[in-house]
Every structure is written in structure tokens, then in C-alpha cells.
């Protein structure tokens, strides 16, 4: 099954607003799942609405609440989700700390009790187009192995970077996992062997196996699991929020979300650096120009190749498999019976 963006968009905000979200929740939910698919990331583009849903329905997640900021100091606010969907909670406090750190320089939000953000991308994009640096950190279940440990006891805890630049500005979103849990599903979904060392098995030894995976093994091995633990202990500590095991509900439809979310916006401009975004496009364009090495496409910079695939599915269409597009289905049909 192919879907444009706008068919994906369109049907996942109409099932939204069949589970009582408002027109704007909805709606931005909507963009951030088929952001995930346009992007090349199906971990976090449709296939997550099934559970998105049925939190909804199970009181788990509040698709109509608006989210409480509370500034502690000129510099710092208090995000309250209250259950609300994951990428409103999130936009709402991207504005917050946008608009705060124009005369503060610096401004961040702590947001806990909310739901999963899915990309993060698009939130410190829309940090660097005010002409801010955005900086992004979550957390999530533990879903991988300290180095040399056989137990899943740390999240995959990803950080997200954007800088202004010209004509792109630099965008890092990344796990400290070396895969995801969400495409670790979709490798089951689509029948897929897992790349070697994305995971172990329920032994502690290496698999290819989507289905025998029990724990994502950290990236750059030593060195992954120390960023993704002082990454948890970072936003535990300044949310609130859960550690380690006691994480839940990003995944399940059982539990409360208890997890996370850092948002840090830098106003160069309201620090005396007002021409911090030349300097960088001037840097970033020297590297896309570096001499590729023998047999290599040459050197891109974060957030080019998910550029391309974004482009390339603007014009084609995401591919959505047919597991997925099962589930979708029947939930469309339920709700179009509820409507």
C-alpha cells in the first residue's frame, strides 16, 4: 500500500478527532506520523497510531489537553502534559522556550507527563527557522544493554540537535540505541532480518532475528551506553521523571507514560552573535565539499539523507506494509462504525 502525504496525514487526524482530540492536536499528531514515514522512518510513522489509539481509549493518554507551562524562573518552565498527545505537549513548549529565550538568550522546558514525541526533528526545526540552536533530549523504556550486560536496562534515550544554517539548517536526531524498538517492529512487520549488532537475544547473545530480539545493544558499543546513560540521568533528574526499568508507556497500552522531555533554545543573537548562522552555513558548505574517499557518494552532513528521502516520498508516495496497513484498516473501519 502507497499513501501520499496528505492521504496519511488526512486519515490518521480523522481517526484522531473520532477519539475526541480538537482540530490542532490532531492535526499536529498527524503531521509528526507521516513525518515519520515521509522521512524513512516507519518506527515512527503510521505503525504507531494503533497503539496511540487504543492508549486514548483506555484513559491512558488525554487527546483534548492542553498542556500547563509554568515558568520557575526567567529561564526555566515546568511543562505539565497532562497526558496530552506527545507532539502537542511538545510544540506548545517549542514555543515557550522560542519566545522566552529572545530576551533571555537561553530558555528550556522540563516536560513530564506527556506522551511519545516521535520524531525529533521537527521540533529543534522549528527551534533553528526562529534563528535559535535547539537542543532536545527523551528518554524512553529501557530497551538496551549496558556494555557487556544481557539485559535491557537502559532507553534508547535520543538527542536532537538543529542549528541555523543556509539553505538547510543542521539537523541531528539520533538514538543512543543502535536501532529502535519501533523498527525492530517493523522489521517484523515487513519480514526483515536485522542488521549484525543491532541487538541481542534472550541470552545476551548476538541476533539478526526481529522476533528473537529482547534488548537493542548501545551504538559505538562503550561509548553509546555512557551517552545514553548520562542522557536518562539528565532528564530524569530535571523532569521528574522515571529511570531505567521503571519507565513505561511509550510502547504499551497499559501503563502511564512516565518518561521525559528536555527542549534547550539558544538565542545566538540575544548573546552578541548575530552572525553565528553565516559562519556555520560557511562551515557546513566547506564539509559538503570535502574530497570523497575511493568509492563513497562523497560527504553529507546530518538531516541531508532524510532530505532526499523526504523529497523523493513527496513525489512517490511512502510505501506502508501490509501488516500495518492491516491494523490501520480495521481501526478506520471500527471508527468510521463509531463516527
Same mark, same amino acid.
Given at each position: 500500500?502507497? &499513501?501520499?502525504?496528505?492521504?496519511?496525514?488526512?486519515?490518521?487526524?480523522?481517526? &484522531?478527532?473520532?477519539?475526541?482530540?480538537?482540530?490542532?492536536?490532531?492535526?499536529?499528531?498527524?503531521?509528526?506520523?507521516?513525518?515519520?514515514?515521509?522521512?524513512?522512518?516507519?518506527?515512527?510513522?503510521?505503525?504507531?497510531?494503533?497503539?496511540?489509539?487504543?492508549?486514548?481509549?483506555?484513559?491512558?493518554?488525554?487527546?483534548?489537553?492542553?498542556?500547563? &507551562?509554568?515558568?520557575?524562573?526567567?529561564?526555566?518552565?515546568?511543562?505539565?502534559?497532562?497526558?496530552?498527545?506527545?507532539?502537542?505537549?511538545?510544540?506548545?513548549?517549542?514555543?515557550?522556550?522560542?519566545?522566552?529565550?529572545?530576551?533571555?538568550?537561553?530558555?528550556?522546558?522540563? /516536560?513530564?507527563?506527556?506522551?511519545? &514525541?516521535?520524531?525529533?526533528?521537527?521540533?529543534?526545526?522549528?527551534?533553528?527557522?526562529?534563528?535559535?540552536?535547539?537542543?532536545?533530549?527523551?528518554?524512553?523504556?529501557?530497551?538496551?544493554?549496558?556494555?557487556?550486560? !544481557?539485559?535491557?536496562?537502559?532507553?534508547?534515550?535520543?538527542?536532537?540537535?538543529?542549528?541555523?544554517?543556509?539553505?538547510?539548517?543542521?539537523?541531528?536526531?539520533?538514538?543512543?540505541?543502535?536501532?529502535?524498538?519501533? *523498527? /525492530?517492529?517493523?522489521?517484523?512487520?515487513?519480514?526483515?532480518?536485522?542488521?549484525?549488532?543491532?541487538?541481542?537475544?534472550?541470552?545476551?547473545?548476538?541476533?539478526?532475528?526481529?522476533?528473537?530480539?529482547?534488548?537493542?545493544?548501545?551504538?559505538?558499543?562503550? *561509548?553509546?551506553?555512557?551517552?545514553?546513560?548520562?542522557?536518562?540521568?539528565?532528564?530524569?533528574?530535571?523532569?521528574?521523571?522515571?529511570?531505567?526499568?521503571?519507565?513505561?508507556?511509550?510502547?504499551?497500552?497499559?501503563?502511564? +507514560?512516565? *518518561?521525559?522531555?528536555?527542549?534547550?533554545?539558544?538565542? +545566538?543573537?540575544?548573546?552578541?552573535?548575530?552572525? !553565528?548562522?553565516?559562519?556555520?552555513?560557511?562551515?557546513?558548505?566547506?564539509?559538503?565539499?570535502?574530497?570523497?574517499?575511493?568509492?563513497?557518494?562523497?560527504?553529507?552532513?546530518?538531516?541531508?539523507?532524510?532530505?532526499?528521502?523526504?523529497?523523493?516520498?513527496?513525489?512517490?508516495?511512502?510505501?506502508?506494509?501490509?501488516?500495518?496497513?492491516?491494523?490501520?484498516?480495521?481501526?478506520?473501519?471500527?471508527?468510521?462504525?463509531?463516527?
Amino acid at each position: 500500500m502507497r &499513501l501520499t502525504y496528505e492521504e496519511e496525514r488526512d486519515l490518521v487526524r480523522d481517526v &484522531l478527532l473520532r477519539e475526541g482530540a480538537p482540530g490542532a492536536p490532531a492535526e499536529v499528531q498527524a503531521r509528526w506520523l507521516a513525518e515519520g514515514d515521509l522521512r524513512g522512518h516507519p518506527s515512527h510513522g503510521l505503525q504507531r497510531l494503533p497503539v496511540i489509539v487504543e492508549r486514548i481509549r483506555r484513559g491512558l493518554s488525554d487527546p483534548a489537553a492542553e498542556p500547563q &507551562l509554568t515558568w520557575r524562573s526567567d529561564a526555566a518552565a515546568v511543562v505539565d502534559g497532562r497526558r496530552g498527545l506527545g507532539p502537542w505537549v511538545a510544540t506548545r513548549a517549542v514555543e515557550g522556550v522560542v519566545e522566552r529565550a529572545r530576551t533571555t538568550g537561553v530558555a528550556l522546558a522540563a /516536560i513530564h507527563n506527556s506522551n511519545h &514525541l516521535g520524531l525529533l526533528a521537527p521540533y529543534v526545526e522549528q527551534i533553528a527557522a526562529a534563528g535559535q540552536l535547539g537542543v532536545m533530549l527523551t528518554t524512553s523504556e529501557a530497551l538496551v544493554h549496558p556494555w557487556d550486560g !544481557a539485559q535491557a536496562m537502559v532507553g534508547t534515550n535520543p538527542i536532537a540537535v538543529g542549528v541555523p544554517a543556509q539553505p538547510e539548517p543542521f539537523v541531528l536526531d539520533m538514538a543512543t540505541g543502535a536501532i529502535s524498538m519501533g *523498527k /525492530i517492529l517493523d522489521h517484523r512487520n515487513r519480514d526483515l532480518q536485522l542488521a549484525s549488532g543491532w541487538a541481542i537475544d534472550e541470552r545476551g547473545e548476538a541476533t539478526t532475528d526481529p522476533h528473537a530480539a529482547r534488548a537493542i545493544s548501545p551504538f559505538g558499543g562503550a *561509548k553509546g551506553y555512557a551517552l545514553a546513560l548520562a542522557f536518562e540521568l539528565i532528564v530524569a533528574a530535571a523532569t521528574g521523571s522515571a529511570l531505567g526499568t521503571d519507565v513505561t508507556g511509550t510502547l504499551d497500552v497499559e501503563t502511564v +507514560c512516565n *518518561k521525559g522531555d528536555l527542549i534547550i533554545a539558544i538565542d +545566538c543573537a540575544a548573546l552578541g552573535f548575530p552572525d !553565528a548562522a553565516a559562519a556555520t552555513s560557511a562551515y557546513l558548505g566547506a564539509l559538503r565539499a570535502t574530497p570523497a574517499r575511493p568509492e563513497t557518494d562523497g560527504v553529507s552532513i546530518p538531516g541531508d539523507g532524510a532530505r532526499v528521502r523526504r523529497a523523493r516520498n513527496l513525489e512517490q508516495g511512502v510505501e506502508i506494509s501490509d501488516a500495518v496497513w492491516a491494523q490501520v484498516a480495521a481501526l478506520r473501519e471500527r471508527d468510521g462504525a463509531r463516527a
